[in-house]
Each structure stands twice: as C-alpha cells, then as structure tokens.
C-alpha cells in the first residue's frame, strides 16, 4: 500500500504526485525520531508517541517504524563505532540529519538480511537527499557502500543483475 504525496519539482515549481511506500514513510519518522533524540533526547517511547500524534502516521508500516527507531535508539553506541572507520571526520562532526541516515542505514543493514543492501542505501540516499544538505546524499552513499562490503560482504561482491530489453 501506498500514499501519494505532493511535492513541489524544484526545476520547474510543479506541483507533483509521487507514491511512497508504507516503509518509505516508516523510515522517514523513524529519522524524525533519531534525530529528536540526538538533538534532544527523550526516551524512545516518547518520541514513538509524540511521531504517532501526526496525521500522516496512518500511512506508516508500523512494525518497521518501531523496530528501527528503537533499535537505532538502543544499539546507537554500538552502530556509531561500526560506522566510524569509515568516516573522515568524527561522528558529532556530521550533520545531525546525516548522522541520523547513516545510524539507520547501518541498522537497517545489520538487523534487517531480508531487505537487500541496495535497496537500503537507495532509501538512505534519497532520505539525504529530501532532509540533508545539498551534497549530504553522496556522502551517505560513499559510507553506507563501505559499511554493506563490510557487514554484507556476499551480497556487496555479487555481480549486479543485467535487465535484457527485448
């Protein structure tokens, strides 16, 4: 299931419908929530209950918005000393958006085999993209790349899929 949104085409000032999925909309609370955290603090289930309280939460996969945001919020020390090799300058040093990305990214990595690697920096990027800065997304890209050869190195090494038009 899927919810449209409208959004305005930067280039041309069009108003636009675009579809996203229930996870899509997940993640995007789940980093709402990560980034309330960092910037605020707060227990988990406050902030759960606080992003509940919005309007477009129906349109949410509940059960991943609440396995990543607290998984991010409970193993976030853990997650942060995978990430920083990868990293050339210190965590606190990033962005509290992109930080927040690449907690969930690495999550999403580690704890969830069932959703390829690609697809996970593909959602990442384009989270950097719509709430980061102007040049956040490539960055995420680059460390969240290094991360899936590390933490999924069968998947990251397989050669990628050729689609054959007819």
Do not use: C
């Not at 709402?32 to 902030?47: K, L």
């Not at 309007?55 to 918005?65: C, I, L, R």
């Amino acid at each position: 299931m899927s919810s449209a949104v409208t959004e305005i085409d930067p280039s041309s000032g069009n108003k636009t419908e675009k579809y996203k999925s229930r996870r899509r909309i997940a993640r995007e609370f789940a980093l709402q929530g990560i980034y309330q955290w960092q910037v605020a603090g707060g227990a988990a289930s406050f902030i759960e209950q606080q992003l509940r309280e919005s309007e477009e939460f129906k349109h949410v996969d509940g059960k991943h918005f609440v396995h990543v945001l607290h998984g991010v919020l409970q193993h976030a020390e853990e997650l942060e000393k995978i990430i920083l090799p990868h990293l050339d300058r210190a965590l606190n040093e990033l962005s509290p958006v992109e930080s927040a990305i690449l907690l969930l990214g690495t999550f999403e990595l580690i704890h969830h085999p069932e959703i390829p690697y690609r697809a996970i920096i593909n959602e990442a990027i384009e989270l950097a993209r719509t709430y980061g800065g102007s040049d956040g997304y490539k960055y995420v890209n680059g460390v969240l790349d290094k991360l899936a050869i590390q933490l999924r190195p069968v998947e990251a090494t397989m050669p990628k899929t050729v689609k054959h038009r007819p």
